[in-house]
């Protein structure tokens, strides 16, 4: 059995290694997903100090992130909201979980290496990389300490006897109460403490608290729930029993998924037969059980009954949804408490191998599926946090950029503009250390000579205008090695930084190119205002290096105006056909300019717009001028241009910034080619979201001499 313990040890060692490996390497001090609905609490709340009862308690989708919004607010208030806090606290949950898992197993009897192999297993299971998503989001903590305070109430209340049920009761009551604030399904909690305390002996005054207590728990959360719109209906999900079933047997063994699907639904129906066969036993045949024994089997119906709780919600996302890493830290639970219970009988065997064998077989059938699905997301997990990070340098470096946020928050750009303005206001987050996210104040104000170095690399495009600023992407490497700037710096032809970014954008074909796979990594500079080109680009690494990517970027002229020349004439006399929208009188705040009239727009709510226009080339070279205004926040708005006849493209403008402000004339070069001349051009607007901010008005269209405009 040594031997077994001391794989087990090793393995454990390497599976909780790599989990905090993995936490380190992809943390980065900026909140993101669900963590944004918290700042916009603040934000609503009017602030930090109004942040008040009714906001911790507030439902987020089905869940009371009461207990989670302290974690929260004390990283806020203590650690400027770093989210470092929360990951730490995260870890040292997971290992006072497993630290209580050893114990019970140790309350089984077991003491020297059985009880050390249990002990290896069960901290390599809950600091596995195979839940790595739950160890590299702050937000996250909820899905760890559920779990953690359910086990803390069943050990309480399991063990009340006596004088001690008067302070063991409460003291599961309120590890109950922490684990229904945590997540919803910690309401799960309840029925299961009062099965245990009344098979466990517990009467009277202990047992009438505790009943009472889950009655109002349990009554008043059922009566205020409501599903989450978006998840499936529970009424269809229960006519499907088949896909239930599936759902939560591979949510059960969501931490050993590299075995495959049907490894994991064979696993997940047997350890869930098993555990409800141990149940019943330990019912009928009461003696042949410790109150261990009946916490470890609660804690297993517990899980049970939340994979089951979850399938009933998410089925209609697809079986395979119950693979989700965040869904690993239940599913570890669940093999190390079955695991237990099974093991516990497997030490009553007399043949020392055979207990050695099944055990290290247990071990590595528990841990080794994680830590080769933790490797295998190493690149995701990178990713997602070099996309977070340049969201951030890409906000500093250039302002307000509704898609470069996508990282933070995927929905609804408002959410992670407003909060970034929030934790730059209380310098929270990645503003606690601006400088981290920029590069040295050195490489940003002292202009000099392009370094004579040239790097690998390519200037993939490159623009600057009145609306979007400079803007240049691409991707660069040293010239002798694969080795990747830190930083891009964007020069004007006086020299002056005139904008900047980091090489951390995910590219397959860069990494291909250098031969570093899922490594390889482009960048986007960008600046807030437009520049005079040529413009220049130098990468800077680590060390100070330098070196210029060639060709240099040029900008095209600008694509803005904010006014007509003299020399522009009306394209046409016809107004816009609107193919979908309605309310198409919102052109803004202001009075379109006279020249673009008559204008229309869906600057407001419902803000969905489809509209065209038809137009004829001029027969001499002319480019097109649209009068424009955008909502502040024009996400999936664009500007079309085609040839009217074929379908053709001949230009598109997807807006990268809002032209809120004031109303501009977007001007399109390449109706001045002349294939065009004389042709009919079809004018698309498009506002495809439903949102306020995603609205766009347009005016009367004008053609320009080409001459005028160069």
Same mark, same amino acid.
């Given at each position: 059995m040594k031997a077994a313990a001391l794989f087990a040890l090793a393995l454990g060692a390497v599976s909780a290694a790599a989990g905090v490996a993995m936490a380190v390497a992809a943390f980065a001090p900026i909140p993101f997903a669900d963590s944004i609905d918290f700042f916009r609490q603040i934000m609503n709340a009017g602030g930090l100090e109004n942040f008040s009862l009714q906001q911790l308690y507030a439902r987020h989708n089905e869940h009371r992130l009461v207990i989670p919004r302290l974690w929260f607010l004390l990283d806020a208030v203590a650690f400027d909201a770093t989210q470092a806090f929360l990951i730490l606290v995260t870890v040292l949950s997971s290992l006072v979980h497993a630290a209580v898992l050893a114990l019970l197993f140790r309350s089984l009897g077991h003491r020297g290496w059985p009880l050390w192999a249990f002990a290896g297993a069960a901290v390599g299971a809950v600091l596995s990389p195979g839940q790595w998503e739950n160890l590299v989001w702050g937000f996250q903590v909820q899905f760890v300490q559920v779990w953690l305070f359910a086990t803390l109430a069943f050990v309480a209340v399991a063990h009340a006897r006596g004088n001690a049920a008067w302070w063991l009761v409460p003291a599961g009551v309120l590890a109950g109460l922490a684990s229904t604030y945590s997540m919803a399904n910690g309401m799960l909690v309840w029925p299961l403490l009062v099965a245990l305390a009344l098979w466990s002996g517990l009467r009277g005054g202990p047992l009438i608290l505790l009943a009472a207590a889950a009655v109002a728990v349990v009554g008043f959360e059922a009566a205020g729930f409501h599903a989450h719109p978006g998840h499936g209906d529970p009424m269809k999900t229960i006519a499907e029993p088949g896909k239930l079933l599936l759902y939560a047997f591979r949510y059960l +063994?969501?931490?050993?998924?590299a075995i495959g699907s049907l490894g994991q639904e064979v696993i997940g129906a047997l350890l869930t037969l098993t555990v409800i066969g141990m149940a019943i036993d330990a019912i009928v045949r009461r003696s042949r059980y410790s109150p261990t024994h009946a916490v470890l089997l609660a804690i297993a119906g517990f899980i049970i009954g939340a994979a089951l709780a979850t399938a009933l919600g998410r089925v209609n996302f697809g079986v395979g949804q119950a693979n989700a890493t965040r869904y690993a830290t239940p599913s570890?639970?669940?093999?190390?408490? +079955? !695991?237990?219970?099974? *093991?516990?009988?497997l030490l009553r065997v007399q043949n020392v191998r055979l207990k050695a064998g099944v055990t290290a077989v247990g071990v590595a059938l528990l841990l080794v599926p994680g830590l080769v699905d933790g490797v295998r997301h190493v690149p995701v997990a990178l990713g997602e946090r070099d996309g977070r990070i340049n969201a951030i340098v890409t906000y500093i470096a250039g302002g307000y950029r509704p898609a470069d946020l996508q990282p933070l928050y995927p929905?609804?750009? #408002?959410?992670?503009?407003?909060? #970034?303005? *929030?934790?730059?206001?209380?310098?929270?987050?990645?503003f606690a250390d601006r400088a981290r996210f920029m590069p040295p104040v050195a490489l940003l104000t002292t202009a000099g000579d392009l370094p004579t170095v040239t790097c690998r690399g390519h200037v993939d495009g490159s623009h600057s205008d009145a609306v979007d600023g400079v803007v240049v992407n691409g991707w660069a490497a040293a010239a002798a090695s694969a080795e990747q700037p830190e930083w891009i710096l964007v020069t004007d032809r006086s020299g002056r930084v005139v904008a900047w970014g980091a090489s951390r954008i995910r590219r397959n074909d860069v990494g291909a190119a250098l031969g570093i796979g899922w490594r390889g990594r482009g960048f986007k500079?960008? !600046?807030?205002?437009a520049a005079d080109?040529?413009?220049?680009? +130098?990468?800077?690494?680590?060390? !100070?290096r330098r070196c210029a990517l060639d060709p240099a970027a040029v900008p095209a002229p600008p694509a803005f105006l904010p006014d007509l020349p003299a020399a522009a004439r009306p394209a046409t006399d016809a107004g816009w056909t609107v193919l979908e929208g309605a309310g198409t009188d919102r052109t803004g705040p202001e009075a379109p300019p006279d020249a673009a009239r008559p204008a229309i727009g869906t600057l407001g709510e419902g803000s969905r717009l489809v509209a065209t226009i038809e137009l004829e080339a001029p027969a001499e070279p002319s480019v097109l001028a649209v009068p424009?205004? +955008?909502?502040?926040?024009?996400?999936a708005v664009a500007l079309e241009v085609r040839d009217a006849e074929t379908g053709e493209e001949i230009a598109r403008h997807g807006f990268e910034r809002p032209s809120d402000a004031a109303w501009t004339w977007r001007v399109f070069d390449r109706t001045a080619a002349a294939e065009l001349r004389g042709r009919r051009i079809r004018v698309r607007a498009i506002a495809t979201g439903p949102r306020d901010w995603q609205g766009i008005a347009v005016g009367r269209p004008f053609w320009l001499p080409d001459t005028e405009r160069r």
């Open positions: +063994t969501n931490g050993i998924g570890f639970l669940f093999l190390l408490v +079955t !695991g237990a219970l099974l *093991l516990e009988r929905f609804l750009p #408002v959410r992670p503009f407003e909060a #970034v303005r *929030l934790l730059e206001a209380h310098r929270w987050g990645p500079a960008v !600046g807030p205002s080109g040529p413009l220049a680009v +130098t990468a800077a690494f680590a060390d !100070g424009v205004r +955008t909502g502040p926040y024009p996400m």
